[in-house]
């Protein structure tokens, strides 16, 4: 069978008869790996929105901790009662609680809850009720701190590849999570020796009310704090600008 003549074409040339034959063809075979190149944002149908959607332009851009623990309504972090209450759960698995100490290790915990106790005596003796208040604060704070490191760690751990090295980061607040468990627990039991001396009418008791206000004034803090370190940019700015003057253009035509 003769060769077939393949044909040029000349662009600018009008073509009376298709044969397929006459093309190249190859088989078409899918890239096993995607390259960075490969993408293309889309820039053609609508520039301005495209770069709008970039994550760098939508707003503010929190730490992943942020969105797990607060509520973020229009680039504003607000306090989430949903953490409150689950550190509040926390709290009441560990308020009754001892230091899970051996025979060996309970003599010195005892001694220190014995000094503390020793110390605080001569501050007593004048306004005994302010020095009294003062403490209890004192225990109330440490406790709120003590049940947010868990929740921290806790939720930390679950993110966390078992088997990878762990952060040091990580680290340094289980070490922390262990020692405001042993602060915790010396205030609570010092307390409780110390309230025949504090002058206070009714029982002593780890007030859980009080904890669970500490836990609300932490939290608060560190959402002010986080509003006021991360920057809002211009296009996520406008994007909200936009976006409420529309809604309120809806609102006014019906």
Same mark, same amino acid.
């Given at each position: 069978?003769?060769?077939?003549?393949?044909?040029?074409?000349?662009?600018?040339?009008?073509?009376?008869?298709?044969?397929?034959?006459?093309?190249?063809?190859?088989?078409?075979?899918?890239?096993?790996?995607?390259?960075?190149?490969?993408?293309?944002?889309?820039?053609?149908?609508?520039?301005?929105?495209?770069?709008?959607?970039?994550?760098?332009?939508?707003?503010?851009?929190?730490?992943?901790?942020?969105?797990?623990?607060? &509520?973020?309504?229009?680039?504003?972090?607000?306090?989430?009662?949903?953490?409150?209450?689950?550190?509040?759960?926390?709290?009441?698995? +560990?308020?009754?609680?001892?230091? #899970?100490?051996?025979?060996?290790? &309970?003599? +010195?915990?005892?001694?220190?809850?014995?000094?503390?106790? /020793?110390?605080?005596?001569? &501050? &007593?003796?004048?306004?005994?009720?302010t020095s009294g208040y003062n403490m209890l604060s004192e225990m109330t704070r440490t406790w709120a701190e003590f049940v947010c490191a868990i929740y921290d760690y806790t939720s930390w751990s679950r993110q966390l590849n078992p088997e990878l090295d762990q952060?040091?980061?990580?680290?340094?607040?289980?070490?922390?999570?262990?020692?405001?468990?042993?602060?915790?627990?010396?205030?609570?039991?010092?307390?409780?020796?110390?309230?025949?001396?504090?002058? !206070?009418?009714?029982?002593?008791?780890?007030?859980?009310?009080?904890?669970?206000?500490?836990?609300?004034?932490?939290?608060?803090?560190?959402?002010?704090?986080?509003? #006021? +370190?991360?920057?809002?940019?211009?296009?996520?700015?406008?994007?909200? !600008?936009?976006?409420?003057?529309?809604?309120?253009?809806?609102? /006014?035509?019906?």
């Open positions: 069978m003769a060769k077939k003549e393949k044909k040029s074409f000349n662009p600018g040339t009008t073509v009376d008869h298709f044969d397929p034959t006459e093309l190249e063809t190859e088989e078409l075979v899918y890239k096993q790996k995607t390259e960075h190149s490969d993408y293309t944002p889309d820039t053609n149908a609508d520039p301005e929105g495209a770069e709008a959607r970039l994550p760098q332009n939508t707003g503010k851009q929190f730490p992943e901790r942020v969105h797990r623990d607060y &509520l973020v309504r229009n680039g504003v972090v607000e306090v989430s009662q949903g953490t409150i209450q689950a550190c509040m759960a926390i709290f009441d698995t +560990k308020a009754e609680t001892a230091m #899970n100490l051996t025979d060996e290790q &309970l003599p +010195k915990y005892e001694k220190e809850v014995e000094a503390i106790v /020793e110390g605080k005596k001569p &501050l &007593l003796f004048v306004d005994a009720p952060p040091e980061s990580f680290i340094a607040l289980e070490t922390k999570m262990h020692e405001l468990g042993r602060k915790a627990r010396l205030l609570r039991d010092s307390s409780k020796e110390l309230w025949v001396f504090f002058n !206070i009418n009714g029982k002593f008791s780890l007030e859980r009310s009080r904890v669970e206000r500490a836990l609300e004034g932490r939290f608060q803090r560190l959402a002010d704090y986080y509003n #006021n +370190k991360y920057s809002d940019s211009t296009i996520g700015k406008e994007q909200r !600008i936009a976006s409420s003057d529309f809604t309120d253009s809806i609102v /006014e035509s019906v």
